[in-house]
């Protein structure tokens, strides 16, 4: 994803919305063409230790300011 739609994603999370959310609310607005872009961009985070999860990768939570 670009760096921007990151951006939008992480603070999204850190104001408590769900990842989940966020992602459907991108796909819907049309910022991002596809759950993957997301899901990839999650993966890197817990890949960095930013980001962690349970069951599923599109409810964790951020684990860095």
Do not use: F, N
């Amino acid at each position: 994803m670009k760096p921007e739609l990151e951006d939008h994603l992480r603070q999204r999370i850190r104001e408590g919305k769900s990842p989940r959310d966020v992602i459907a609310s991108m796909l819907a607005s049309g910022s991002i063409q596809s759950s993957k872009q997301a899901w990839r961009t999650l993966e890197k985070w817990s890949r960095r230790g930013d980001y962690e999860y349970g069951v599923c990768l599109d409810l964790g939570w951020l684990t860095a300011p």
